[in-house]
């Protein structure tokens, strides 16, 4: 079985719905002996945000209507974290960043890399507070999982990886993605939303026998 996960490293419900989705594997793989491969691709929340992003409660209560409505929006969205095991310190978050960097820098590793890479973009901007679009800040992330920073430095200053992202992004166009996550299984069968791992099993299971 092949998924390819559309997300964004700034969309909560992404975090939520990876987490749930790799919950699943697990199980589905420990049930059936199966292999499951991910592949992840680019989507932007905001492709109007500049490179440098900008203040976050300013700029989520302009997008909601006002900051009551953000700050109950980040608790519902603390408690599905919580109950999936997933942190988010909303307390720590001041910068709504742009994510093109760190798509680009997905697009340069190995493709058995890039889940662990976004997991920790992920944390370090919803856990850390982290401003991830910075390019030093995602270096550094690089750097502790064992990549060469320098080498992706040079790399991002000769403009790789943004041919790779505009592909995943007119892909995303084509199939009519306008939210995210959205999983896309066996290249067939389509799924928006961060669905429960037992969603995901049930999926997993109908499509297994359909063939």
């Known amino acids: 079985m092949h998924i390819s996960v559309y997300s964004d490293m700034v969309c909560p419900w992404c975090r939520i719905g990876k987490k749930n989705l790799s919950d699943a594997i697990r199980e589905w793989e420990k049930r ?14 905001d492709p109007s945000l500049p490179p440098e992003g900008l203040p ?46 760190s798509h ?10 890039r889940q662990e890479w976004t997991e920790a973009v992920m944390a370090a901007h919803f856990e850390d507070g982290r ?11 690089a750097g502790g999982l064992g990549h060469d920073a320098n080498r992706l430095s040079s790399r991002l200053d000769g403009g790789e990886g943004e041919e ?37 099993l049930r999926a997993f299971e109908k499509i297994s026998q359909a063939g």
């Not at 603390?78 to 909303?90: D, L, S």
């Not at 401003?131 to 800040?137: F, G, L």
């Open 32 to 45: 059936t002996g199966q292999q499951v491969a991910v592949t992840e691709h680019a989507f932007l929340l």
């Open 56 to 101: 976050f409660r300013p700029a989520m209560a302009a997008k909601m209507g006002g900051s009551e409505r953000v700050e109950a929006m980040l608790e519902r969205v603390r408690e599905a974290g919580a109950a999936v095991g997933v942190t988010f310190r909303w307390d720590r978050v001041a910068r709504m960043p742009s994510t093109m960097l």
């Open 104 to 113: 680009r820098i997905t697009a340069l590793l190995p493709e058995d890399r």
């Open 131 to 141: 401003d991830i679009a910075r390019k030093d800040v995602l270096l550094d992330i």
């Open 164 to 200: 790779e992202v505009r592909r995943d992004l007119e892909e995303a166009g084509r199939m009519g993605i306008s939210g995210v996550p959205f999983f896309v299984i066996n290249r067939k069968y389509g799924l928006s939303g961060a669905y429960p791992a037992e969603d995901f």
